[in-house]
């Protein structure tokens, strides 16, 4: 059997094999088809912009920027890691998380719906707030933490959730705000960039779309842009397909490859920098010149609580505040195993004073910093050395 079948599906179990239920397994086989002889175990990328199509216009791969014979292994993927062992459920690979992002937004929602999202989320949503708006589509923003969103959430159409939120670490209840939502027939969409679905599933907990940008810890070599949305399959995830189609919001084959090619590490990535940013926060709670610490997974943390009930890791990030702007500038300056560049999740630290994009509600000597894959103690040091020169 090659990567697809006849009628377009993917066969990703040996009919003869163990049930998969280890995270690592499931990561390092996701998406696989089945072994055919001479065959590579994960085909390479499909570059076409047409395919042969005699007759009628019927059968899985028809033309480019609707369907792909290597998005569809990644979305297969990306569905045994978010869903597995449910087959009502369907991914949707897109150009970025953005694209992602609007997929859902823009397919869901109509002029005069209500639309409730986080205030304290990824810095783009004011650019898509401002959006929706001239659309005509009524925008209401709470808090994370709390569960502050269910008091402006009284007729709205769809629920916006950022669990953990980015750059802040706040975390909500998933669980509670889903079925407040479904109880006046409201959609859920969860942002589950920071957690990843190793870390925590959305659909599980009763959300109806799990988004994601595939640019970060999923693929986590800080090197293409990708972004997904997966839902039960149906008339919801029908129009984000559609919206794809309309748009051309589509991923290139071959950063649709490497992707997948990074999904088998997943597991251990995810394992190591979350270990790793758990010594690291602890280290930090420690030193006089550090305030407003978060991180979910200490004991001490103000989400600590929820997120052990919904989170199954706590993820790469930690975020913190120095003194000053110049102290957090300084401080960035000295470090020697952290690069100081945006985005996170990948396999080398990065940090950066997230206020210097002017987009986020934060404190001027406020810092987000990925935790890569270097040697613990190495990082640890490299940042706490760092701390020390910046102090003068």
């Known amino acids: 059997m090659s990567a697809s079948a006849a009628d377009g599906t993917v066969n990703t179990h040996r009919a003869d094999g163990p049930a998969v239920t280890g995270d690592g397994t499931r990561a390092v086989r996701a998406g696989l088809p089945e072994p055919v002889k001479h065959e590579p175990t994960l085909p390479g990328p499909v570059f076409a912009a047409h395919f042969h199509l005699p007759g009628e216009p019927t059968g899985p791969y028809t033309y480019g920027r609707d369907e792909n014979p290597t998005w569809t292994l990644l979305e297969q993927a990306i569905t045994e890691l978010e869903a597995p062992g449910r087959d009502d459920v369907e991914t949707l690979v897109f150009a970025s998380g953005m694209a992602a992002i609007s997929s859902v937004l823009f397919s869901q929602l ?4 209500a639309v409730v999202l986080p205030d304290d989320g990824y810095q783009a949503l004011p650019l898509v707030r401002a959006q929706l708006e001239a659309y005509g589509i009524e925008v209401r923003t709470a808090p994370t933490g709390g569960d502050a969103q269910l008091e402006v959430l009284q007729g709205a159409r769809l629920l916006w959730i950022e ?3 980015n750059p802040g670490l706040d975390v909500c209840d998933i669980r509670r705000l889903t079925e407040a939502a479904h109880a006046q027939g409201t959609l859920v969409a969860v942002d589950n960039t920071l957690a990843t679905p190793l870390g925590q599933r959305p659909l599980e907990l009763g959300a109806d779309f799990a988004v994601a940008s595939g640019t970060k810890q999923l693929s986590g070599h800080g090197d293409i842009l990708l972004g997904y949305v997966a839902g039960r399959n149906g008339e919801a995830m029908a129009g ?4 794809r189609k309309i748009v051309g919001a589509i991923p290139g084959p071959m950063e649709a490859w490497l992707a997948h090619r990074s999904v088998a590490t997943l597991q251990l990535r995810v394992d190591r920098q979350a270990a790793t940013a758990l010594t690291l926060a602890e280290a930090l709670r420690a030193h006089p010149d550090v305030t407003g610490l978060r991180y979910p997974g200490l004991p001490d943390d103000p989400s600590h609580a929820v997120a052990r009930q919904q989170m199954r890791r706590f993820g790469c990030v930690v975020s ?3 003194p000053t702007r110049e102290r957090a500038e300084r401080f960035l300056g000295a470090l020697r195993l ?4 945006t985005s996170f999740g990948g396999v080398r630290s990065t940090a950066e004073r997230r206020g210097r994009w ?3 509600a934060v404190p001027e000597g406020f810092i987000r910093l990925s935790v890569g894959a270097e040697d613990p103690e190495d990082l640890v040091a490299d940042v706490l050395r ?3 020169e910046s102090a003068g």
Do not use: I, K, Q
Not at 240 to 243: E, G, M, N, Y
């Open 338 to 341: 952290v690069d100081d560049a």
């Open 386 to 388: 760092a701390l020390e």
């Open 320 to 322: 913190f505040t120095l």
């Open 240 to 243: 984000v397909r559609r919206w």
């Open 110 to 113: 109509r002029a005069g719906d």
């Open 163 to 165: 669990s953990p939120s």
């Open 358 to 360: 002017g987009g986020d």
